[in-house]
């Protein structure tokens, strides 16, 4: 983004805080769509195909891209699994095939309901009353307008929801996108103050 000037020398020590560092935001993230792009013609470059065996509803093909794991590493975000994978997501996906640590999962108490009062995705409820008021960015292949809507006047906290095309998955543009709002709420934690304009 044209309004961040990157520092001359990014290894510099950040200055001394008064008090405890800020908590990192979280990062929520779905697996089918943004990990895993479903919906793709073909086995896109930088993939892996993946078959996961024990499932109830039979063997799942996946296509995930290692690499992903260590880009997600480096992003400014506490990792948290918002996916229909829940648990697994961590024994089968990012341990196995991204090097990830485990990671927190959302737990679901409903999943794939279509009747929701207001037209939103069947996560998006849970997902703020899950993150109770903390500051998050959400990607998901299945986000709409009307869900980032309700985020914006139902939770609390800062929120930043972005929804990925299942045909592409997570690319560099999101993962941009991603730090340049994490370097936006930094500047804007009291104390902090903006950057001196121009
Ligand atoms: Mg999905």
Same mark, same amino acid.
């Given at each position: 983004?044209?309004?961040?000037?990157?520092? +001359?020398?990014?290894?510099?020590? %950040?200055?001394?805080?008064?008090?405890?560092?800020?908590?990192? =935001?979280? #990062? #929520?993230?779905?697996?089918?769509?943004?990990?895993?792009?479903?919906?793709?013609?073909?086995? %896109? %470059?930088?993939?892996?195909?993946?078959?996961?065996?024990?499932?109830?509803?039979?063997?799942?093909?996946?296509?995930?891209? =290692? +690499? !992903?794991?260590? *880009?997600?590493?480096?992003?400014?975000?506490? #990792?948290?699994?918002?996916?229909?994978?829940?648990?697994?997501a961590?024994?089968v996906i990012g341990?196995?095939v991204?090097?990830?640590?485990?990671?927190?999962?959302?737990?679901?108490?409903?999943? &794939? @309901?279509?009747?929701? %009062?207001? /037209?939103?995705?069947?996560?998006?409820? !849970?997902?703020?009353?899950?993150? +109770?008021?903390? @500051?998050?960015?959400?990607?998901?292949?299945?986000? @709409?307008?009307?869900?980032?809507?309700?985020?914006?006047? !139902? !939770?609390?906290?800062?929120?930043?929801? *972005?929804?990925?095309?299942?045909?592409?998955?997570?690319?560099?543009?999101? &993962?941009?996108?991603?730090?340049?709002? +994490?370097?936006?709420?930094?500047? /804007? *934690?009291?104390?902090?103050?903006?950057?001196?304009?121009?």
């Open positions: 983004m044209d309004d961040v000037d990157r520092a +001359a020398d990014s290894d510099a020590a %950040p200055p001394a805080a008064s008090s405890d560092p800020p908590e990192r =935001p979280l #990062l #929520l993230l779905d697996v089918d769509g943004p990990l895993n792009p479903y919906a793709a013609g073909a086995q %896109p %470059p930088g993939y892996g195909e993946y078959v996961v065996t024990g499932m109830p509803a039979g063997p799942l093909r996946l296509w995930l891209r =290692p +690499a !992903h794991g260590e *880009r997600l590493l480096s992003l400014p975000y506490r #990792l948290v699994w918002a996916t229909t994978w829940m648990h697994e961590n024994t341990d196995r991204l090097g990830l640590p485990p990671l927190p999962v959302i737990e679901w108490p409903t999943m &794939f @309901t279509t009747d929701d %009062p207001d /037209g939103l995705y069947w996560k998006t409820r !849970h997902v703020a009353a899950w993150a +109770a008021g903390r @500051t998050f960015a959400w990607v998901d292949d299945e986000i @709409t307008a009307a869900d980032a809507e309700w985020i914006a006047e !139902h !939770h609390a906290g800062e929120a930043l929801l *972005r929804q990925i095309n299942p045909a592409r998955g997570l690319v560099e543009e999101d &993962f941009e996108a991603l730090e340049a709002w +994490a370097r936006e709420l930094d500047r /804007g *934690r009291p104390g902090t103050g903006p950057d001196t304009p121009g």
